[in-house]
């Protein structure tokens, strides 16, 4: 079992930042891909990017491209994504995921609300 709990949501403006952070616990936090997932009101969840177990690649949703970035710390067992240049369509509930590569989920953190006011 791995355990996700996700932090760092909440109100900003847009044009303005946020950083997200996936504390994980449980199984070897490096064996497992990680990737961040949102889920608007009356909308299916959706990718918005993920990386590789080492780092060293990454991949992102064509809608945050530029915008997001994601980046862990093996060492501190822990996924972030920095969003920046909000916009009132990046409100949703984030989800992170561990899975076996990018895009693929074997677990879910909780979630945490972003909202971007206009």
């Known amino acids: 079992q791995v355990q996700l709990v996700e932090s760092g949501g909440g109100l900003v403006q847009a044009g303005g930042s946020l950083r997200l952070s996936c504390a994980t616990s449980?199984?070897?936090?490096?064996?497992?891909?990680m990737g961040w997932f949102r889920q608007a009101p009356g909308k299916n969840r959706e990718f918005v990017g993920g990386i590789s177990r080492s780092g060293a690649t990454s991949d992102y949703a064509d809608s945050v491209k530029g915008r997001f970035t994601i980046s862990r710390d093996n060492a501190k067992n822990t996924v972030y994504l920095q969003m920046n240049s909000l916009k009132p369509e990046d409100t949703a509930v984030y989800y992170c995921?561990?899975?076996?590569?990018?895009?693929?989920?074997?677990?879910w953190g909780q979630g945490t609300q972003v909202t971007v006011s206009s």
């Open positions: 995921a561990a899975g076996p590569r990018i895009g693929t989920v074997g677990y």
């Open positions: 449980g199984r070897t936090f490096s064996n497992y891909a």
